[in-house]
């Protein structure tokens, strides 16, 4: 099959398409905290719990998708027990048949991440 990826309508993504483990391929720290544990992740999570993987560290959480009014556009909301996060999908990228997938994710600290899956 093509490793091809194609853009995924955010307003339409099934909630599904989000879950399961991420590597994280890039981030832009901008002005979030580098030394947070999501700015040093080398990998999330999502399925029935949230767990984040870091170099020095490891912790476990919840995850919900929550959707604009307005635009209908997808926001992962992201609760551990020391801090809670948002970020807005950017971005959801898939081959044809779904075996692999790039996701974007800005976060409201300035944090930006794609992860993928493959």
Same mark, same amino acid.
């Given at each position: 099959?093509?490793?091809?990826?194609?853009?995924? =309508?955010?307003?339409? *993504?099934?909630?599904?398409?989000? /879950?399961?483990?991420?590597? *994280? $391929?890039?981030? %832009? %720290?901008?002005? $979030?905290?580098?030394?947070?544990?999501? /700015?040093? $992740?080398?990998?999330?999570?999502?399925?029935?719990?949230?767990?984040?993987?870091?170099?020095?560290?490891?912790?476990?959480?919840?995850? $919900?998708?929550?959707?604009?009014?307005?635009? =209908?556009?997808?926001?992962?909301?992201? =609760?551990?027990?020391?801090?809670?996060?948002?970020?807005? %999908?950017?971005?959801?990228?898939?081959?044809?048949?779904? /075996?692999?997938?790039?996701?974007?994710?800005?976060?409201?600290?300035?944090?930006?991440?794609?992860?993928?899956?493959?």
């Amino acid at each position: 099959m093509s490793d091809l990826l194609l853009d995924i =309508n955010l307003q339409q *993504v099934p909630d599904s398409y989000l /879950a399961g483990a991420w590597r *994280v $391929a890039h981030r %832009v %720290v901008n002005r $979030a905290d580098p030394a947070s544990a999501l /700015a040093q $992740a080398t990998s999330l999570v999502l399925s029935d719990e949230l767990q984040l993987q870091a170099p020095l560290l490891s912790e476990t959480g919840s995850w $919900a998708v929550q959707r604009d009014e307005l635009l =209908n556009r997808p926001y992962l909301r992201l =609760n551990f027990p020391t801090e809670e996060m948002r970020a807005l %999908v950017t971005r959801l990228r898939r081959t044809a048949d779904g /075996a692999r997938s790039q996701l974007n994710l800005y976060f409201s600290s300035g944090l930006e991440m794609q992860l993928d899956r493959p």
